[in-house]
């Protein structure tokens, strides 16, 4: 059984920088930050394998923001900068415990354990 507890998110003006974290209990495949605005469907952002650290991001947010995983805190991190109003959003980290193919590494159907979300809010 995974847990998962996300902290951390706010809110800021364009251009400004937020980090969210995802505190984990349980092992992990993989894990991963997803996003969903008000009317809109949840959209993959950024994912990231347990074991090798190597990292997967959307197009939109591609030398902005960045995962990051501390084993030894099991904590997992999304780092976001150059924020911009289209990212305002309910952030919320996802794990998967069992192999996920590169292909499918930003599919939200390859993730089983979610957290409760954080609002980020970006301001123009």
């Known amino acids: 059984q995974v847990q998962l507890v996300e902290s951390g998110g706010g809110s800021v003006q364009a251009g400004g920088s937020l980090r969210a974290s995802c505190a984990v209990s349980?092992?992990?495949?993989?894990m991963g930050w997803f996003r969903q605005a008000p009317g809109k469907e949840r959209e993959a952002v950024a994912a990231i394998y347990t074991g090798s650290g190597r990292s997967y991001y959307a197009d939109s947010v591609k030398g902005r923001f960045t995962i990051s995983r501390d084993n030894a805190k099991n904590t997992l991190y999304l780092q976001m900068d150059s924020l911009k109003p289209e990212d305002t959003a309910v952030y919320y980290c996802?794990?998967?415990?069992?192999?996920?193919?590169?292909?499918?590494?930003?599919?939200?159907?390859?993730?089983?354990?979610w957290g409760q979300g954080t609002q980020v809010t970006v301001s123009s």
């Open positions: 349980g092992s992990t495949y993989s």
């Open positions: 996802a794990a998967s415990v069992r192999p996920v193919p590169i292909v499918d590494i930003l599919s939200l159907r390859q993730y089983n354990y």
